[in-house]
């Protein structure tokens, strides 16, 4: 079963249908979808031949609009056209103090959700909402230009993204009714779609200046494998900056006294344009006329070169950090990959090409290159590369700490650890009797609980009676590949499992899921019941084929009579009540399933350890 | 679920059990089993081969971890030599070796005063590098005479050194903050 894939990686059981797996990239400022179109991975324009999907949702009264047509009405229904969602995903109330400025909305005080919802007109919204809007569009442009449904999707993530705003990421997927493959981080992404995955050893500076954010990630590449060394950046710095320093020259050169909302965004507007324009010209003339105001101004390259001459500096500063933080001297970078639209200023090419000593690779559209990347990755992952060994590590992207006496945070797995990662932890009880105990997990690198972010509290019931100091409590933490946290406990003189309640600091618990499931869906009750069925049908299936497979090749070899008829018992009686039309049962049938074969599946997966080590090929290994 | 592809790492790795370690051989045998059992490679399996492959994509890095980074390796081998290791309780009582951390802390402390703070970081590195590296071989040495209890205590100072260079880390770090 498990092993089945080793020998070809992600296929599934009908080898020569194809899976169509697209790639998201899910910005601040705009999204875009890419996919393998027969063999050419490229991004999907919208019936008007735009590629980028402004990350703007607008609530009308009933309807909803996605992109272009909900920021035409920004400036004049502000409330109700959500954008820049992405900066509150997998944040909670407190935070929105910080953010305040950039999210200029009416948040839902009255609340039970650690989640933050925005007042609009037709509902309150949380991110992971907005968020699933936006992937229904990209997912549907997707379907229509393929003319098949996806089989699942690949989403990217800022390399630094914590647990919660990766679980925040993938509700909003889930929402969407989206199989997600596998969160990938963005300059890793970057990355794949300029092919240096083929390359055989290498550093990779990935340099993602986008309209209001600066992010840097130095990459480790070897053989195929990356693993991200370091990340760092800034979040509130990017191209609007530039745009603002513009700005400022031209009230400062007009002379412009009092400025209003409505002219602060025309003189935006307008250095916008002069600045783009300053990427292929040596000079441009700023035009604007505004009630009285009728401003001629030229402005050059060399000025403008010195108008953003800090903001740069800025973004160097953090690559010599990140730098740092990998152990990486400069002359050891072998590619520099540029990403997001504001790399195309030349300033900022010059100078990250002198930083790094390198010439940055720009072939590929800056605003395109992370979805592609995606793309290429689910494509592999979907299946359709069998002959390709693509794998990406990641890293954890903050250290995984739980609070100690005194609110300090004790560290349980550090920073930059390759994923998926698991660490336990020894506890004991501190009170005769004690069967309950809480565990505040929390996610930062300061040595207060206070400054790190709070992931979840965990309360462990059901710990025996013992006298204090008795019980031997493991508690162990695990991160999965997509950056996910999970905790599993276990007294281990009885060997007890603790039933584990997750209280989670700022997701969506599975009910508020499940209603926002509810509120997605027209027939709501029978829709989702309708769904879930499909869903555990779909995986009994594929645990019956997989098993049966598994079994023809080693089951007698690896088992001995009496586990073999109890794991065929439980899969027979699963066979049966495939077709019965009880989501609970099936799902009770596939646990049986598991637990009866847990340690053949394990077996297996031993035993094919050595042929990994005795030098093949994966595909060569006969499993 | 109990995890025992094998229980110990560099049986796993199938490397001898030796502190000089080949790095390379390491890093391959990490990526040959990362690219069997990571979890990419079980998207479209059942739910519990997903679980399964986690863990043992968990167990892989974990031993990876650890025989990487040579303090780890050396407490790693004392384990493996049969020694009850316990990082709260031990502690070291070697008189020059105290006197000369309590020194660099000092100095470490008067550095946030003083004109060029990263210079002097960069200096004391330098020294606690060199320190690393001799305590290194001490360890093998005694490791490989079977004095494990002093190899033991020389693992300490090595521990201690790798804290204090950590602390330095996040000290230019916070430099660092402040400049960005």
Redesign the interface.
């Known amino acids: 079963?498990?092993l089945l894939?080793?020998s070809e990686?992600?296929?599934?059981t009908a080898p020569h249908q194809r899976n169509y797996a697209a790639g998201i990239d899910l910005g601040t400022t705009n999204s875009l979808v890419a996919i393998n179109r027969s063999g050419q991975v490229e991004t999907l324009p919208d019936s008007e031949g735009h590629h980028l999907l402004p990350s703007v949702v607008h609530y009308g009264e009933t309807q909803i609009l996605v992109g272009y047509p909900a920021q035409r009405l920004q400036a004049e229904d502000p409330l109700n056209t959500l954008s820049s969602v992405k900066r509150i995903m997998g944040r909670g109330i407190d935070d929105l103090k910080t953010l305040k400025n950039m999210l200029p909305y009416e948040f839902d005080g009255n609340t039970d959700s650690h989640v933050p919802r925005i007042i609009t007109r037709q509902k309150s919204v949380s991110a992971i909402e907005v968020s699933a809007e936006i992937l229904k569009v990209l997912a549907q442009r997707a379907e229509q230009t393929m003319g098949e449904k996806l089989s699942?999707v690949v989403i990217t993530v800022p390399a630094y993204f914590d647990d919660a705003q990766r679980q925040a990421t993938r509700d909003a997927a889930r929402l969407a009714d989206l199989k997600v493959?596998?969160l990938l981080s963005e300059p890793t992404a970057a990355a794949v779609a300029y092919g240096l995955d083929q390359q055989s050893d290498g550093i990779i500076a990935v340099y993602d200046l986008g309209g209001g954010t600066f992010d840097i990630s130095i990459l480790h590449l070897?053989?195929g494998?990356f693993e991200v060394l370091a990340t760092g950046g800034?979040s509130s710095l990017g191209g609007d900056d530039m745009d603002h320093a513009i700005g400022e020259w031209i009230i400062e050169q007009a002379g412009i006294g009092k400025i209003d909302h409505f002219l602060l965004r025309h003189i935006l507007i307008a250095a916008r344009k002069a600045k783009e324009e300053l990427t292929n010209s040596a000079s441009t003339t700023i035009q604007l006329k505004y009630k009285e105001l009728d401003l001629n101004l030229k402005l050059d390259r060399e000025l403008f070169n010195a108008l953003i001459k800090d903001l740069v500096k800025?973004t160097l500063?953090?690559c010599?950090?990140a730098l740092?933080?990998a152990k990486i001297k400069t002359s050891e970078i072998t590619n520099v990959v540029m990403v997001g639209g504001s790399t195309r200023v030349p300033l900022v090419l010059e100078q990250v090409g002198t930083f790094f000593d390198c010439e940055p690779l720009t072939e590929l559209d800056p605003d395109r290159v992370v979805a592609i990347g995606a793309a290429l990755q689910a494509d592999v992952?979907?299946?359709n590369k069998p002959d390709q060994?693509l794998?990406?590590?990641d890293v954890l992207p903050l250290s995984l700490c739980i609070e100690t006496m005194g609110g300090l945070s004790e560290k349980i797995i550090s920073r930059n650890?390759?994923?998926?990662?698991?660490?336990a932890q020894e506890f004991t009880t501190f009170k005769d009797g004690q069967t309950a105990m809480a565990v505040h997990v929390v996610q930062g690198?300061r040595e207060l609980v206070s400054d790190c972010r709070s992931l979840a509290h965990f309360e462990l019931r059901g710990i025996p009676p013992m006298t204090a100091g008795a019980a031997r409590i493991k508690v162990t933490y695990?991160?999965?590949?997509d950056g996910l946290m999970s905790v599993m406990a276990e007294e281990l003189s009885s060997g007890v499992r603790a039933d584990i309640t997750i209280k989670p600091s700022y997701g969506l618990t599975d009910t508020e899921i499940e209603s926002m499931l509810r509120d997605s869906m027209s027939n709501a009750k029978q829709d989702i019941d309708a769904r879930m069925l499909a869903e555990q049908q779909v995986?009994a299936r594929?645990?019956i084929e997989?098993l049966d497979s598994a079994l023809a090749k080693d089951g007698q070899e690896l088992l001995l009579e009496n586990e073999l008829n109890q794991i065929k018992r439980a899969r027979d009686s699963l066979q049966q009540s495939i077709h019965s039309a009880n989501a609970d049962a099936l799902k009770r049938g596939?646990k049986k399933v598991?637990s009866a074969?847990?340690e053949f599946?394990?077996r297996r997966?031993?035993a094919?350890?050595k042929k990994?080590?005795s030098g093949k090929k994966?595909d060569e290994?006969d499993v | 679920?109990?995890?025992?592809?094998?229980q110990n790492y560099f049986e796993?790795?199938?490397l001898p059990v030796d502190f000089r370690l080949d790095q390379k051989s390491l890093?391959?045998?990490q990526?040959?089993?990362?690219?069997?059992?990571?979890?990419?490679?079980?998207?479209?399996?059942?739910?519990?081969?997903k679980r399964?492959?986690?863990?043992?994509?968990?167990?892989v890095?974990?031993a990876?971890?650890t025989l990487k980074n040579p303090v780890k390796r050396a407490r790693y081998m004392l384990h493996v030599g049969g020694l009850e290791l316990n990082d709260e309780h031990e502690t070291t009582s070697d008189p020059a070796f105290l006197m000369e951390q309590i020194e660099i802390r000092e100095e470490l402390d008067q550095c946030r005063n003083c004109q060029d703070p990263m210079r002097i970081c960069d200096h004391i590195t330098g020294k606690l590098d060199q320190r690393s590296q001799e305590y290194a071989t001490k360890f093998m040495d005694l490791y490989q005479q079977g004095y494990l209890e002093q190899a033991r205590q020389v693992s300490r100072k090595m521990q201690f050194v790798e804290r204090t260079l950590e602390q330095i880390d996040?000290y230019?770090?916070d430099l660092?903050e402040d400049?960005?």
Do not use: C
């Open positions: 079963m498990a894939q080793i990686p992600g296929q599934t699942g493959y596998r070897n053989k494998v800034n800025k500063m953090s010599r950090r740092r933080d992952l979907a299946g060994e794998l990406l590590l650890s390759p994923i998926p990662v698991a660490r690198e695990q991160v999965d590949a995986e594929r645990v997989a596939i598991e074969s847990e599946v394990a997966m031993n094919s350890v990994v080590l994966i290994v | 679920m109990h995890i025992d592809i094998k796993l790795f199938e890093h391959s045998a990526q040959r089993l990362q690219s069997a059992f990571h979890p990419d490679r079980f998207v479209s399996g059942t739910e519990q081969e399964i492959a986690v863990q043992k994509a968990a167990w890095n974990e990876y971890e996040e230019q770090f660092e400049l960005i």
